[in-house]
């Protein structure tokens, strides 16, 4: 079993930035993946940012240029550093790990999401 902790989330302006964490921890062979998903009211969930154990990344068009997702592969852990926030990224963020077992299976665990509000 994978757990994922986050934290980072809050109430910003519009323009202004936050950086959320996702860390992973327990029965831990090898994460291929780590990313970001965010869920709005009557919204569903899309994928905002991911990123492979090799540092490719992908991004959501509506946050390219103002969203850059990194990791730390000892650490086990992704960030999010958003800058010039808008209103309409207001959503809940969840962290999302793909494990792959020694064995070869794999399987995905999520956070329990942390809420980002952007103010007008």
């Known amino acids: 079993q994978v757990q994922l902790v986050e934290s980072g989330g809050g109430l910003v302006q519009a323009g202004g930035s936050l950086r959320l964490s996702c860390a992973a921890s327990?029965?831990?062979?090898?994460?291929?993946?780590m990313g970001w998903h965010r869920q709005a009211p009557g919204i569903q969930r899309e994928l905002v940012a991911g990123?492979?154990?090799?540092?490719?990344?992908n991004y959501a068009d509506s946050v390219k240029g103002r969203f850059t997702i990194s990791r730390d592969n000892v650490k086990n852990t992704v960030y999010l550093e958003m800058n010039s926030l808008k209103p309409e990224d207001t959503a809940v963020y969840y962290c999302?790990?793909?494990?792959?077992?020694?064995?070869?299976?794999?399987?995905?665990?999520w956070g329990q999401g942390t809420q980002v509000t952007v103010s007008s």
């Open positions: 990123i492979t154990s090799d540092g490719t990344t």
């Open positions: 999302y790990a793909v494990h792959r077992t020694r064995w070869g299976s794999q399987a995905w665990y």
């Open positions: 327990g029965s831990i062979f090898t994460i291929n993946s």
